[in-house]
């Protein structure tokens, strides 16, 4: 591990411990931390952010998307409780990054990209690096991947204005998931939903973060605050 990394492990567990009031977990499991530390995040950014690499902040991957910010990259894997005989989905594959976090501690993930480019540099990458329990799919998450579930744990990467029905659907009684609810580029708050084994549905804030948005509808175009157009 270099020291770059190492402080980026050490900014983990300090605003684990900053937001544990919130959060209610003060510390991380250390399987997560050792996930943390075994995804070299350099791998997963491009060659112009290489220096800003283990900086504890998310960072352009192309197409107006971003690779979240490290802490709530180990927030989320730790939030859904997985175990190594999981089966996970994600949604918003992104730059592979969290998919590759949960990969080293659950038996499957699945992981959904509504941007074809993205999703082929992260299969890309992915198969480089040698992970051969992802499974990468191009298009839209919001219906969930149907002839996969049930899911274990469901972490969706984008921010949804309301909690899809479908992704409840698909998760298994016990399982969990976590989605940041919000409007886009505004105040979002990472939702945990809980399905209880008798099916019913509990959710809850855990904190308030900022995502870029899920695209809810399949011929949506994403928000872009920075453009005039009207759509
Ligand atoms: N998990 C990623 C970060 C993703 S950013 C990582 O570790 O790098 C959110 C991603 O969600 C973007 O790539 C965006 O294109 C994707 N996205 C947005 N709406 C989506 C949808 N409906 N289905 C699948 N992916 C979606």
Redesign the pocket.
Known sequence: MNNKQKCMLDTIRQEAKFTASYTGREAFDERVMQAMQAVDREE?VSKDYIDLAFENGPLP?G?G????QPFI?ALMTDLVDITTESVVL???????????VLSRLVRQVF?????PQ?AES?RQRLKALGYENIEVRS????HGWKEKAPFDAI?V??AATHIPQSLVDQLKPGARMVIPLGLPYMYQELMLVTKSKNGAIHTESVLGVS??????A?DEA?INPHSNQSR
Do not use: K, N, W
């Not at 998307?65 to 979240?68: E, M, P, V």
């Not at 995502?211 to 809810?216: A, E, N, Q």
């Open positions: 997963f991957i197409h998307q971003t690779i979240s990259v994600e949604i918003g594959t992104g730059s592979g990054y969290q998919a590759a992981t959904i990209e509504r941007i993205l992260a298009g839209s998450g919001y972490v990467t984008a995502f870029v948005p899920l695209v809810m399949d994403p």
